[in-house]
């Protein structure tokens, strides 16, 4: 078992039915959208997914992402550890990781259906990078980071289905 130093989560209320809301989440690269496109919050990075032949849909699925920093290559792996839908999913970094402020990390979310809307919570378990340097900048940006990075998703999937983030 991975142990985990830090953690964040988001929760919000999601106006449509557990399987349609799962059926958004699953897709890695669409709640990932936030990291494909170059913003401040990434330092005008962007990461290219690449998805195995099941989609980053199914336990033991793959996820790759890739990209650079400052001409600095940036580099993850991922590998889903637990589906169930429409209910929850979780995957986890494995190999070595190439990230600037988080480092190991397992990211996941849990759907909850309740009387005409779903409550989403998406979280992240994630330590800060190896190197000295990495968990300088961890330490400094790796609380903001891993919260934008939920924040994105759930107001990604609010958007899709127009509903309103609850809290962090």
């Known amino acids: 078992m991975i ?13 449509t039915s557990a399987e349609a809301l799962f059926g ?3 897709d890695p690269a669409r709640i990932g959208s936030h990291m494909r ?6 330092l005008g990075a962007r990461m290219i997914y690449e998805l195995d032949g099941r989609g980053g849909q199914a336990i033991g699925s793959v996820i790759k992402m890739h990209g650079s920093l400052l001409g600095l290559p940036l580099a993850v792996e991922e ?8 209910h ?6 494995f190999g070595r990781t190439r990230l600037f402020v988080i480092g190991a990390h397992q990211v996941g979310f849990e759907i909850t259906p309740a009387k ?3 409550r989403l919570r998406i979280f992240i378990n994630y330590n800060y990078p190896s190197t000295i340097f990495g968990k300088f900048i961890g330490m400094m940006f790796g609380r903001a980071y891993a919260r934008w990075c939920l924040r994105q998703m759930s107001e990604d999937a609010a958007a899709k289905f127009q509903s ?5």
């Not at 496109?37 to 990434?42: D, L, Q, T």
């Not at 929850?88 to 970094?93: D, L, N, P, Q």
């Not at 309103?164 to 962090?168: I, L, R």
């Open 3 to 15: 142990l985990y130093d830090h953690s964040a989560q988001v929760l919000s209320d999601v106006s």
């Open 24 to 26: 958004y989440m699953d």
């Open 37 to 42: 496109e170059s913003s401040m919050m990434m």
């Open 79 to 86: 590998v889903i550890v637990d589906r169930h839908p429409p």
């Open 88 to 93: 929850r999913k979780t995957w986890r970094t």
């Open 116 to 118: 005409g809307f779903c």
């Open 164 to 168: 309103s983030v609850v809290a962090p």
